[in-house]
T-cell receptor, first 114, second 114 residues
Framework: KAGVTQTPRYLIKTRGQQVTLSCSPI?????VSWYQQTPGQGLQFLFE???????NKGNFPGRFSGRQFSNSRSEMNVSTLELGDSALYLC?????????????FGPGTRLLVL | GNSVTQMEGPVTLSEEAFLTINCTYT??????LFWYVQYPGEGLQLLLK?????DKGSNKGFEATYRKETTSFHLEKGSVQVSDSAVYFC?????????????FGQGTTLQVKP
């Protein structure tokens, strides 16, 4: 089975721009979660989607948004980029997103905001 | 709220040394506990997990036991190899809710020298 894929792998943007990241989950997985990884804050949960609905949300400003399509693929969008948004963005998928299930991570998208 | 605390790194060991990375958690209810590993430039890979008290997770020579009485999930390996050099994250999900949202510790960098 193919793993979680994320595109693009690297991105360079300037402040004020917006960016869209894409994630394709493992086939059959319906839950997709997004995490931000930075040296200062570590790994932080952004949001989780299941059956095209946002089911959980972390403590991030409204500039961070996402969506999920009927094939479970997910995108996240960051508008009005700030320098502090530079990070590795990780997507994870699982069968139904409940406790006890393993979440499988993609390789991440590294975003640099200049 | 729920939280995970890991021992500070970096941890530097010689090949074949014994490894312990401490992890303690705070959570209501009965969380599931995980260890993930991140190699340079990659996403997170599940190393092992335990979903109830006294469960022992094991994989590739690594072990961790879910200790509810001490709220701990320490990672151990009897004989480390250079290839084990990576960043290790302890994480929990669930607790009082059934969500699969992962809460991570700050990560511990392990360097193994030949």
């Amino acid at each position: 089975k193919a793993g979680v894929t994320q595109t693009p792998r690297y991105l360079i943007k300037t402040r004020g721009q917006q960016v869209t990241l894409s994630c394709s989950p493992i086939s059959g997985h319906r839950s997709v979660s997004w995490y931000q990884q930075t040296p200062g804050q570590g790994l932080q949960f952004l949001f989780e989607y299941f059956s095209e609905t946002q089911r959980n949300k972390g403590n991030f400003p409204g500039r961070f948004s996402g969506r999920q399509f009927s094939n479970s693929r997910s995108e996240m969008n960051v508008s009005t980029l700030e320098l502090g948004d530079s990070a590795l963005y990780l997507c994870a998928s699982s069968l139904s997103g409940v406790n006890q299930e393993t979440q499988y991570f993609g390789p991440g998208t590294r975003l640099l905001v200049l | 709220g729920n939280s995970v605390t890991q021992m500070e790194g970096p941890v530097t060991l010689s090949e074949e040394a014994f490894l312990t990375i401490n992890c303690t958690y705070t959570a209501t209810g009965y969380p599931s506990l995980f260890w993930y590993v991140q190699y340079p430039g990659e996403g997170l890979q599940l190393l092992l997990k335990a979903t109830k008290a006294d469960d022992k997770g094991s994989n590739k020579g690594f072990e961790a036991t879910y200790r509810k009485e001490t709220t701990s999930f320490h990672l151990e390996k009897g004989s480390v190899q250079v290839s084990d050099s990576a960043v290790y994250f302890c994480a929990l999900s669930g607790g009082s809710s059934n969500t699969g949202k992962l809460i991570f510790g700050q990560g511990t960098t392990l360097q193994v020298k030949p």
